[in-house]
Nanobody
């Protein structure tokens, strides 16, 4: 049914850029809140950026504001995370997730998707920032 496939990760030097993609199937992006999350070894999952299904409003973690941009292409049913000026601290596995619309886009990233069966996650893509 629902499938999310991340791609675009890789090894980049500090200050470099990557564009992550999240190809969706089994649902349409415009019917779901979409979020990018990351988890580094020894650290808890953190919400990086999320976008609302209703009005396209976005949320960014303080650590990535001004550097990352979330977007979606409904025609391609794909969400993106443009990552600029990458830092070593950005090294992590990045996951995209979908959930039923939240009353606030912040909820999607800060609280995370609801754990009620309506949330779906991709397998993740590795981002490594190192000189």
């Amino acid at each position: 049914q629902v499938q999310l496939v991340e791609s675009g990760g890789g090894l980049v030097q500090p200050g470099g850029s990557l564009r992550l993609s999240c190809a969706a199937s089994g649902f349409t992006l415009d019917s779901s809140d979409i979020g990018w999350f990351r988890r580094a070894p020894g650290k808890e999952r953190e919400g990086v950026s999320c976008i609302s299904s209703r009005d396209g409003s976005t949320y960014y973690a303080d650590s990535v504001k001004g550097r990352f941009t979330i977007s979606r292409d409904n025609a391609k049913n794909t969400a993106y995370l443009q990552m600029n000026n990458l830092k070593p601290e950005d090294t992590a596995v990045y996951y995209c997730a979908r959930d039923r619309p939240h009353p606030s886009v912040q909820n999607m990233c800060v609280l995370g998707p609801r754990r009620d069966g309506g949330d779906y996650w991709g397998q993740g893509t590795q981002v490594t920032v190192s000189s």
